[in-house]
């Protein structure tokens, strides 16, 4: 099952300087670790100690925030589109 992968620039040279990659899973959680094996060290950047989604960033599937879902135990299937994104700081 291929899902789409859309990552801010802050992300992109974790993946190899792409802002979008494919990867398999039946959920957000096995999606990240997916990746994770591919690019190591991105899920240690995207979920805290918990395996949960970091505070600093929000993961969306399909246009719908995982944390109001079920996080990253949320299913996911093929054609999905999974965009995470940083939360914006500033003062």
Same mark, same amino acid.
């Given at each position: 099952?291929?899902?789409?992968? +859309?990552?801010?620039?802050?992300?992109?040279?974790?993946?190899?300087?792409?802002?979008?990659?494919?990867?398999?899973?039946?959920?957000?959680?096995?999606?990240?670790? %997916?990746?994770?094996?591919?690019?190591?060290?991105?899920?240690?950047?995207?979920?805290?100690? @918990?395996?949960?989604?970091?505070?600093?960033?929000?993961?969306?599937? %399909?246009?719908? @925030?995982?944390?109001?879902? +079920?996080?990253?135990?949320?299913?996911?299937?093929?054609?999905?589109?999974?965009?995470?994104?940083?939360?914006?700081?500033?003062?």
């Amino acid at each position: 099952m291929s899902i789409t992968i +859309i990552v801010p620039g802050s992300l992109k040279d974790l993946l190899g300087g792409s802002d979008q990659v494919t990867c398999e899973g039946k959920t957000i959680g096995e999606c990240i670790a %997916d990746l994770d094996c591919k690019f190591p060290g991105f899920r240690g950047k995207v979920l805290d100690e @918990n395996g949960e989604v970091n505070s600093s960033f929000m993961i969306f599937l %399909d246009g719908q @925030n995982v944390r109001s879902l +079920i996080g990253m135990a949320t299913s996911v299937k093929e054609g999905d589109e999974v965009n995470i994104i940083p939360f914006a700081a500033g003062g």
